[in-house]
Each structure stands twice: as structure tokens, then as C-alpha cells.
């Protein structure tokens, strides 16, 4: 089976509560990100593209125990950036199980096997290695050969000490099926509990913006991998309501608030995958969030294509979890495998060439202007450090990390206090430092 016993009954009785409390948003995975920094440079990966003293910055372990006991989440995933790079990630994980969260630590495994000692094997700690493909596909993925074979290397090493491992893999355009599907046999062959799986999201910083999937795309290319799996043993560690959902034999609408998000710039708004600001607590972000503004049924141009498992899983477990006939649906599909609808013939996709970057920023570095409101959204959506003029002549400079309707937050390059500005105070904008989503 890949979800313990143990961790299937936690989360339905999770559910069940708060059906039966009236509770129409709850969280059922706490993503906890406790820095960016990472050892990899994937060029679909937006969650690097950061000013270097920012990516200094890291939560505390205190910051990490303070955002769970707010969070009533059964399940934490914590990814990055890199988590292994953490000095004090070992006391987080044990921090969590103590407190019998399920973990799923997110790890390109370059540092696996090595911190390995740091942990104790638990039903509740899993390693989720972040695995593209095999060889070639995978280190092609994440722009560095050779990394394929250290991390399996390092889940061979893992399962030998008696650790839950997963895989967690993403999918882009230009994907092909055939590959894909013997990838998963790979993975069953390695002994892992399950895979997971999901389609690439179009980050707005991501070096990479031609190979994320479509949504038509996206249904299309699960159809024809799920499709190779009907006589195959594949073992995925997700909903299978959600795997169908990919298939184009359900639909859901996005639950954003299944999968909060706390990093060092506080609760981000409204999702893991978009950054519309932050709150100051969880109870702000669930309370203060516009939530009817987000999903593919509120036509916001950003949630168009989604179907990324962060917005869509959450809704596949209530689902599967809310009544007698989600509950069989989901048993159906565990059992028989999940509902794959035949492809439609789509024409393929280019084939994929990830590392190859493209400058998407909305001002190119160096660009000021006046405050308007173009100009602070510019400010926000910028990647580098900015320059604002304010009302009396001063200058300040730094990272523009959360903007809202009255003012913006700037955390400044000494990595001293986060500085909250009222935007009537500013009067002109500058893009005065490297664009750090833009290549060189």
C-alpha cells in the first residue's frame, strides 16, 4: 500500500471533523518552506530567483514550530529551495514528528545520503526526492549531469535504514509517455512506497516559460502515460481521484487553502504557486484572502491552465473523504486503477530543452519610474533588489516582498529588519539590481 494505514485514517478523520464542524476552507497540507537556496539551478523551478540576501534568509526553528501550532494540518511537506541545506533542519523534522505531523521532506538527494545520521527512520518522516525522469531526462531536467545517479544512490541508502521514501516527479511539455512510463517502472524497481506526480506550473520567474503544459496538453499527456499503466503495478503516493482528474475523467475547481504556504516572507497569498502578498499569521490568510479571485472557475488568467497537485489535490482528498460515494470512487480507483479516457490525438509538443532561459521580466534592470501603481506591481513582481525614493528625498533599497493596497514591505540587502513602507510616501521606483530570474 503507499500511504500508511496509519496516515490514511489520520487524514479522514481530519476530514470528517471539519465536514461535520461546517468548515468550508481547512488546510490539509501545511507546505513549510524554511528557505529558497538550493544546490540546483533548474531553470523551471521558480523558487530560486532570488537576491542573494534573501537567500541568506532561512526561518528559525522556532518560526517553523510557531507557523505548525498555528497550522491544524495532519500533513507538513516542506520543500525549498533545498531543505538538506538547512542547518537546523534535522531538529525540524524531529520537532514535527514529535508533534505527529506526516513529513514529507523534498530533496534533490545531492545531500541525502550524507545527512542520512541526522534522522531517525519514523511512519511519519518520508523523503520525497524529486526525480524528473531517468539518466539523461532527469539531468537534463535540473541542468547538471550526473545527479540521477547520486539520487538513487541515495534512496537505495535510505530504504536500507528503514526510511519511507517517494518520488516526486513534474511533467512539461514535450514529455514523452513512453519514457515516462518506463521511468515509473524504474522507480517500482528501486522499491520507493510511491510515486507522486504532477504537471509543471507556469511560475512567472521561471527561467524556462516554454515547456509548461496546457491544460488541454496536460489531460492529454497523463492520458496517454496513465494509459501504459494499466497492466503495470504503479504505486502512486496521491489521491487516485486526483490522478483522474489529470486524465480529464473528473473535475474540481482549485482549493487553494488545502495547501497554505509559510516561508520566510510570512503566509503566502494565495497559493505555493502565485505570490500575491503575505499575511502575518495563518488565521489573516484564511480570514483576509480573496479566495473567490483564484481558481480555474474565477477566470483569473493566472489559474487558466493549472492543474498543479497544491491547488487540485486538496480538493480530490475532501472529495474522496465527504461522502459514501467520494469514499467508493476513491476505493474503486486505489483498487482497479485510476479512470483513463482514451488521448484525442493532440499534435505533440516541442520537445523539451529546460535549461535554455528567456528574459521575461516585466521592466528590464535599471528601469525607474514614477510611483504609480504600474510601477509598484513592477516593483513586486521584480526579482532583484529595488531603489525608492520616498516623500522627504530619502533613498532605500532592497527586496520588495509583499505589496498590498496601503503599503509595501522591503527587506533590505544587510539582511536587518523587514521595513514596512506606506506607498503614499513613495514617489519614484527604481529596478536597481540584478533581475535574478533573468539569465546573464
Not at 242 to 270: I, K
Request: aromatic share 10%.
Amino acid at each position: 500500500m503507499p500511504v500508511p494505514v496509519s496516515q490514511m485514517w489520520t487524514v479522514a478523520s481530519y476530514v470528517l471533523r471539519q465536514r461535520l464542524a461546517g468548515r468550508e476552507r481547512y488546510p490539509l497540507v501545511l507546505m513549510l518552506e524554511p528557505l529558497y537556496r538550493c544546490n540546483l539551478s533548474c531553470a523551471g523551478c521558480g523558487k530560486i530567483q532570488y537576491p542573494s540576501h534573501v537567500l541568506k534568509r532561512q526561518l528559525s526553528f522556532e518560526d517553523c514550530m510557531r507557523a505548525v501550532d498555528e497550522c491544524p494540518a495532519p500533513v507538513v511537506s516542506i520543500p525549498g529551495g533545498e531543505p538538506l541545506l538547512h542547518p537546523e533542519i534535522d531538529r525540524i523534522v524531529a520537532g514535527l514528528v514529535e508533534r505527529r505531523k506526516y513529513v514529507y521532506l523534498c530533496t534533490n538527494a545531492l545531500l541525502l545520503e550524507k545527512k542520512l545520521p541526522l534522522f531517525e527512520p519514523s511512519k511519519y518522516l518520508s523523503f520525497s526526492v524529486h526525480l524528473d525522469g531517468e539518466g539523461a531526462d532527469h539531468d537534463a531536467a535540473v541542468c547538471l549531469d550526473g545527479v540521477y545517479e547520486r539520487a538513487v544512490r541515495a534512496i537505495r541508502a535510505a530504504l536500507e535504514r528503514g526510511f519511507r521514501v517517494t518520488t516526486n516527479t513534474t511533467l512539461f511539455e514535450g514529455a514523452d509517455p513512453q519514457r515516462v512510463a518506463d521511468f515509473f517502472d524504474a522507480a517500482m524497481e528501486l522499491g520507493v512506497e510511491g510515486m507522486m506526480v504532477s504537471p509543471g506550473y507556469s511560475y512567472e520567474k521561471a527561467p524556462d516559460q516554454e515547456h509548461f503544459l496546457a491544460r488541454e496538453r496536460t489531460v492529454d499527456l497523463f492520458r496517454r502515460v496513465l494509459g501504459r499503466g494499466g497492466r503495470r503495478r504503479w504505486r502512486f503516493n496521491q489521491s487516485p481521484l486526483f490522478l483522474e482528474f489529470l486524465t480529464g475523467a473528473r473535475h474540481f475547481d482549485c482549493t487553494p487553502w488545502g495547501n497554505p504556504t509559510y516561508s520566510v516572507f510570512g503566509w503566502q497569498r494565495p497559493c505555493y504557486l502565485l505570490q500575491e502578498g503575505y499575511a502575518r499569521s495563518f488565521e489573516e490568510l484564511m480570514r483576509d484572502t480573496a479566495w473567490s479571485e483564484y481558481g480555474h472557475a474565477s477566470g483569473n488568467p493566472a489559474c487558466r491552465d493549472c492543474m498543479v497537485h497544491s491547488g487540485f489535490e486538496p480538493s480530490s482528498v475532501s472529495e474522496g473523504f465527504s461522502s459514501w460515494r467520494g469514499l467508493a470512487a476513491m476505493a474503486r480507483a486505489a483498487l482497479f486503477g485510476p479512470r483513463v479516457p482514451a488521448p484525442e490525438g493532440m499534435p505533440a509538443g516541442a520537445p523539451a530543452s529546460p535549461c535554455r532561459a528567456e528574459d521575461e521580466g516585466l521592466q528590464p534592470e535599471g528601469w525607474s519610474g514614477d510611483a504609480s501603481p504600474e510601477a509598484l506591481r513592477s516593483a513586486f513582481a521584480y526579482r532583484g533588489d529595488v531603489t525608492l525614493t520616498l516623500d522627504d528625498g530619502d533613498r532605500v533599497a532592497g527586496y520588495v516582498s509583499a505589496l498590498d493596497a496601503r503599503s509595501l514591505r522591503l527587506l533590505p540587502p544587510d539582511r536587518g529588519p523587514d521595513r514596512s513602507i506606506p506607498l503614499a510616501r513613495i514617489r519614484r521606483v527604481e529596478l536597481s539590481g540584478r533581475d535574478a530570474a533573468v539569465s546573464a
